[in-house]
Structures are given as structure tokens and as C-alpha cells.
């Protein structure tokens, strides 16, 4: 369906002209005049819009291009979760085929499966931060080709922080709480191993710098984006409001894990958690919050910046419940009727949900009135041009990256540089010059105006 999050809609547009030749690596482009006070686009670092724009070298400019890679982002993420979990649970057969627990645990989270619809960084920043869990637990748990797996580990948290900036760095004390709940190696040595993980992601960050369009890019990153922007763009009132939505958000995964608890109880299904279980429980537990607590330290909070903590609080959830469901299922007849109707069944839900689906291609989920509009005046201005808006309309950021990621039509807010079209909001009540002239289009929330004369 057409409409997204305009931050999802941004960072296709930046991708999109990447992959059109229009910005390069280090100086990306959103539009002609910029985006804040640079004429380059320096909100996050670049390795998600030079991932991202190798898919729309591949595959065109539809805006299925976006929709795709973050479909493509969340099987990834699954599928590291699965590769996690059979990892952890490598000593228990039944055990280790439950990883869907923990994938139903996460996805089930309204920020998660928004996260996917809405082609957020996190998405990609949460790849890397799971693989570099997965290499962290093949070294210290392990023990097998430690530093190799450390080495990995650390390059995975740079690129998470590639992908993201400061919170994709929030794995970096993994080695720290692998032995704070087992133990397996002595404090010194967890220490050295831990510095090892730390200097590989800071030596990866120091090389990048020496490369010196890298180093005046990502200057300009650190410097008024984290510096400067964050600082002064506050939107909540309290630091609590991020632990207060993480509540929310695992309620309804919390919730399943009650209610099964509860019938183990009432049922008196056996269901016993062994100590290492317990421990990995704490250990994806602390690993989630790290992901997500930390934001509270500044005052600019949204729901979805802790999007990449959540398959940790999956698997810690999944583990919770998962031991007494993998008895229970090994013990089941899979040859029974009762087994063939619950196949059957499910496989027509399967079916129904690809077949719904498949009847949204084409609609709009929000921004109905603004994407009705812009798809009537794509037919009257050019692509690739620039047009004039009223300057009070400078907050109307839905309109705006939608112009750019489908038509790459910038807009300018100074009246004295006259280009050939001039889109107004109709709710403000105001006319250009008479140098314009009103193109009559059956629109629902803008006017689009021809110049005609000096």
C-alpha cells in the first residue's frame, strides 16, 4: 500500500538518489535546497543508504523497492534469531526447535511489525547488532575461535553503528554480560576480551576517518546532528516516557507468557527452567535493555528508536515459556487427525493472509489526501525540477518527501526566486502573485499554479 512514515519516506528518497547518480557516498543529496542547514544530507551515517540504494540500482524506482528491503530486513532479522536460539540451545533437541516462540514473542510487538512497515534504520542497525551477539556468543560461550568471533563482533557493532550513529554501539558490553551471568572465563581475561571487541569497532570507525571526504562527512554527523540538533529538538517532557512505551509495547508478548504460565499451572504441565536457561534469560534480557533504557538519557524520544532491542526481549520471553511447550509437542502424535486438521488449518490462514494482502497493492494507507493531490500535479511539472511553496508551509514534511522520493521535485520557500509552479495548501487561504495562475485540478488539499508572466 502507498503512504509511509515520512521518516521511512526520506531515507527511500536519499537512497533513491544515491542509486540516480544524484549525491555520492560521503556527500548524500535529499533535494536541491538541502535538508536542515546543509546543502548535503548528514542526519545518519551512510551505510544504510548505500545498502539501500544497491536495491534501487537492481530494481528500479517503484516504491515497492523500499517496501521490499525492509521485508527483506525483517526475514533476516528472524532467521538470526533462529540461528541464535539453536546456538543456545544446542544441548536440548526439542528446546531447539522452538525458536518460533521467540519470533512470535517479537513480532507480535506493535513497534516491531510497524518497524517493518515503515523502512526505519533500525531495521537494518538491528541485523548487525544480532550478528554481533551471535559472534560474541560463539566466542566467550563457546570458546571456539575466540578472536576471530570477537573480531567479527566488533566489526558487526561498527556497522550497526554505521547504520545508526551512537545507538547502534549498545552490544558493546555483550563479553561483560556473558560472564556476569556465566562465568566461563575470569574477570582479567573477560576484561581483555571485552577491550578487544571495543578497539576492533573503534579501529574500523579510525580507518574510516582517515579517508578525508569520511572525515568531513561524519564531522558534520557528530558535530551538528548529535552536538547541535539533538541538544535543542526536544519532544518529550520526561526521560521516562521511553521506559513507559517499552512497557507497553512487550505488554501484549508478557501477557501470552502469563497465560501459558498459568495453564502449566492449572494443568500441571511440567515445565522446569534449567540454571543455564535462567541465565540466558537475564543475559538477552540486560542485552534489550541496553538497547532501549539508554534512550531516556536525552529528552528527543520515539517508540520506535528501541525497534533493534526487541528480538533480545523475543528470545528472553520465548525462553520463559518454551521448555514446557517443547515436551508437550514432542510427546504429540504428529500422525493423528487432531495434527492433520491443526496443519490443514493453519495452512489456510497462511493462505488467506498472502491472498488479503495481495488485495492492499494499490491503496493508500495514510496520507490519502496528500498523495491523491501530488499524483494529479505529477502530470503538470516536470520531474526532477524545483517548484515554490508558501513559507508557513515548511512543516508539511509528508508532502515534501513524497515529492522528492517519487517525482525528485525539490521545493523552495523563498517567493523572490520564482520557479515555474507554485503548490499551496488550500486550508491557508492565500494566492501567489499575479504572475501565477491556478491550474484547475480536482484536488483535496492543494492548489498548483502555473507562472505565466513576470
Known amino acids: 500500500m502507498d ?18 547518480g544524484y549525491g555520492s557516498m560521503w556527500w548524500l543529496k535529499y533535494s536541491e535546497y538541502g535538508f536542515a542547514e546543509h546543502l548535503t544530507f548528514h542526519e545518519h551515517p551512510p551505510l544504510v543508504f548505500w545498502i539501500q540504494s544497491l536495491f534501487f540500482k537492481t530494481m528500479g524506482d517503484s516504491m515497492y523497492v523500499e517496501r521490499f528491503y525492509s521485508f527483506l530486513t525483517a526475514i533476516i532479522t528472524a532467521l538470526l534469531m533462529v540461528k541464535t536460539w539453536k546456538l ?10 522452538m525458536s518460533w516462540v521467540a519470533i512470535m514473542l517479537w513480532i507480535i510487538i506493535p513497534v516491531a511489525f510497524w518497524a517493518y512497515q515503515n523502512n526505519i534504520q533500525e531495521n537494518t542497525m538491528g541485523i548487525f547488532s544480532l550478528l554481533s551477539i551471535y559472534f560474541t556468543i560463539k566466542a566467550v560461550h563457546l570458546q571456539k575461535k575466540v578472536w576471530l568471533y570477537l573480531f567479527f563482533s566488533g566489526v558487526m557493532i561498527f556497522c550497526a553503528g554505521f547504520s545508526k550513529g551512537v545507538p547502534g554501539f549498545f552490544t558493546l558490553g555483550a563479553v561483560f554480560f556473558h560472564w556476569l551471568f556465566f562465568r566461563k572465563q575470569s574477570f582479567g581475561k573477560m576484561l581483555v576480551q571485552n577491550a578487544f571487541v ?18 568531513e562527512s561524519l564531522s558534520i554527523y557528530f558535530n551538528d546532528r548529535l552536538g547541535g540538533r539533538v541538544a535543542g529538538a526536544h519532544n518529550r517532557d520526561t526521560h521516562f516516557y521511553i521506559v513507559e512505551r517499552l512497557f507497553w509495547e512487550l505488554l501484549p508478548s508478557m501477557i501470552i507468557c502469563g497465560i501459558v504460565l498459568l495453564v502449566y499451572r492449572i494443568k500441571k504441565i511440567p515445565h522446569k527452567l534449567t540454571p543455564d536457561i535462567y541465565k540466558w534469560i537475564g543475559f538477552f534480557t540486560v542485552i534489550g535493555l541496553c538497547g532501549s533504557v539508554p534512550i531516556m538519557l536525552t529528552l528527543v524520544q520515539k517508540t520506535f528508536y528501541f525497534a533493534a ?9 520465548g525462553l520463559v515459556i518454551a521448555p514446557g511447550l517443547a515436551d508437550r509437542i514432542a510427546s504429540r502424535n504428529v500422525s493423528g487427525s487432531a495434527h492433520k486438521v491443526f496443519t490443514a488449518v493453519s495452512g489456510l490462514i497462511v493462505l488467506v493472509v ?22 494529479l500535479v505529477d502530470n503538470h511539472i516536470p520531474k526532477n525540477s524545483t517548484i515554490n511553496i508558501h513559507p508557513s508551509m515548511h512543516n508539511e514534511w509528508d ?5 522528492i522520493r517519487y517525482y525528485r521535485i525539490s521545493v523552495d520557500f523563498n517567493e523572490e526566486r520564482k520557479h515555474a509552479y507554485y503548490l499551496i495548501n488550500q486550508d491557508l487561504g492565500r494566492t501567489p502573485d499575479s504572475t501565477y495562475v491556478l491550474i484547475d485540478l480536482p484536488t483535496k488539499k492543494y492548489d498548483l499554479y502555473k507562472r505565466i508572466a513576470d
Open 3 to 20: 503512504g509511509m512514515f515520512m521518516d521511512g519516506v526520506l531515507y527511500a528518497s536519499v537512497s533513491k538518489n544515491l542509486a540516480n
Open 309 to 317: 532491542s526487541l528480538p533480545y526481549f523475543g528470545i528472553a520471553l
Open 88 to 97: 543456545i540451545t544446542r544441548d536440548n533437541e526439542n528446546l531447539s526447535r
Open 399 to 403: 508532502m515534501r518527501v513524497y515529492l
Open 198 to 215: 571495543l578497539v576492533v569497532t573503534l579501529g574500523v570507525l579510525g580507518l574510516i576517518l582517515l579517508i578525508p571526504d569520511a572525515h
Open 354 to 375: 498472502f491472498v488479503v494482502t495481495a488485495l492492499q497493492a494499490g491503496k493508500v494507507s495514510r496520507n490519502k489526501e496528500v498523495l491523491h493531490d501530488l499524483y
